[in-house]
């Protein structure tokens, strides 16, 4: 499947309703797997950033225009229905 970024926004939209938990370092981790078939796969205790690191490599405005641009209240409401 092709990834695009409308897809990536859906996926970014899922994010939001994901468990994290803070580790002994502060750091923000996976609380359980998130896995979307033939998309994406990460695994229990993985780090937000480098899930953010993986929107980046692929959003054509990366992941500072999704933290700080996108308006998911509006994609959510208007646009697209988040996966």
């Given at each position: 499947?092709?990834?695009?970024?409308?897809?990536?926004?859906?996926?970014?939209?899922?994010?939001?309703?994901?468990?994290?938990?803070?580790?002994?370092?502060?750091?923000?981790?996976?609380?359980s797997?998130?896995?979307?078939?033939?998309?994406l796969?990460?695994?229990?205790?993985?780090?937000?950033?480098?899930?953010?690191?993986?929107?980046?490599?692929?959003?054509?405005?990366?992941v500072?225009?999704?933290?700080?641009?996108?308006?998911?209240?509006?994609?959510?409401?208007?646009?697209?229905?988040?996966?």
């Open positions: 499947m092709k990834i695009n970024d409308t897809i990536l926004q859906d996926l970014w939209c899922e994010l939001s309703d994901i468990a994290f938990l803070e580790d002994s370092e502060y750091r923000l981790i996976l609380e797997a998130w896995y979307v078939p033939g998309i796969f990460f695994q229990t205790g993985t780090e937000q950033m480098e899930i953010w690191e993986w929107f980046d490599d692929r959003h054509t405005k990366g500072a225009w999704l933290l700080n641009e996108f308006n998911e209240y509006e994609w959510k409401r208007g646009q697209r229905i988040c996966v």
